[in-house]
């Protein structure tokens, strides 16, 4: 069964950095896709950095020049580092992964647990 295991996340002070990593496990074939995206209370989940193979990265407008996005596709994991942090990037963090588990069929997505960032100001 696969997992995503998430870690990195924290409190820091507006200015600051924090690096989140996410790493899949379980019987991984093959990934296509991988990604960060965030969440507060009331507003949907959205999109803040993805990857797909072959492809450059995406950015939410409001955290280019200020996030980065990369990956170990070796050890299935997915990293962000977040540099010059504000107050409203203060949410929980879940990572993505579209990967399959046979040689066949189609890809799937699969979730990390979330992770909270809160920045300070």
């Known amino acids: 069964q696969v997992r995503l295991v998430e870690s990195g996340g924290g409190l820091v002070q507006a200015g600051g950095s924090l690096r989140l990593s996410c790493a899949a496990s379980g019987g991984i074939r093959s990934i296509n896709a991988m990604g960060w995206y965030r969440q507060v209370p009331s507003k949907q989940r959205e999109l803040v950095a993805t990857?797909?193979?072959?492809?450059?990265?995406n950015y939410a407008d409001s955290v280019k020049g200020r996030f980065s996005i990369s990956t170990d596709y070796d050890n299935n994991t997915v990293y962000l580092l977040m540099n010059s942090l504000k107050p409203e990037d203060t949410a929980v963090y879940y990572c993505?992964?579209?990967?399959?588990?046979?040689?066949?069929?189609?890809?799937?997505?699969?979730w990390g647990q979330g992770t909270q960032v809160t920045v300070s100001s």
């Open positions: 993505n992964q579209r990967l399959k588990t046979t040689p066949w069929g189609g890809f799937n997505d699969y």
């Open positions: 990857v797909t193979i072959g492809y450059s990265p």
